[in-house]
């Protein structure tokens, strides 16, 4: 499969939401309960520039999105400024495919090569053996533990928290 990175783009919205609307209904890795319609996104769309912090990736495979990856605002209060949440969300076909691995390696590559984060976290709902083998295969440490944090599907679910540290010096 011959697929590119390249940053996310407004048109690319639709299929964006597309890809993560099946995670909201049909899994537990994200704790959203309801599907989004597009203009409920755009907000989301809106924080990410090609430079900085908040960054959003692509992997496009022809002109069809295969998946993407992500830094946001890990929390809002002004201190916590330099740190970033990552996410990676593909379409299900591809999981397992190498394809995450090298657009969220991507996504750590920019943040690390700016320096304009210093260190990305991420939660993974438990389980989740896939994406917790993918986090440490990118170097993140697992830090910690929120138990039954989350409750979808009449059930409670755990989340691991892992760190990156993305400042270019370590």
């Known amino acids: 499969m011959t697929f590119h990175i390249r940053p996310g783009a407004s048109d690319d919205l639709n299929r964006l939401v597309e ?9 537990h890795v994200t704790f959203d309960t309801e599907s989004f319609a597009v203009a409920e996104r755009i907000q989301w769309f809106n924080q990410f ?5 908040y960054r959003l990736l692509v992997a496009e495979e022809g002109d069809d999105i295969l998946g993407y990856a992500s830094s946001t605002v890990f929390e809002p209060r002004a201190a916590y400024n330099t740190s970033v949440e990552t996410a990676i969300y593909l ?33 993974v709902a438990l389980p989740n053996d896939a994406s917790v083998a993918l986090h440490r295969k990118l170097g993140f440490e697992r830090v910690g533990s929120y138990h039954e944090v989350g409750y979808k599907f009449d ?16």
Do not use: C, M
């Not at 890809?19 to 899994?27: A, G, K, L, R, S």
């Not at 520039?49 to 912090?53: D, F």
């Open 19 to 27: 890809i993560y609307n099946y995670y909201v209904t049909e899994t």
């Open 49 to 53: 520039a090609e430079t900085g912090r």
């Open 91 to 123: 379409e299900p076909e591809h999981t397992g495919s190498g394809i995450g691995f090298q657009l969220y390696g991507a996504l750590i590559d920019e943040l690390t090569a700016e320096k304009t984060a210093h260190r990305a976290y991420s939660g």
């Open 155 to 170: 059930k409670y679910w755990d989340v691991d928290w892992f760190e990156k540290d993305v400042s270019g010096n370590g």
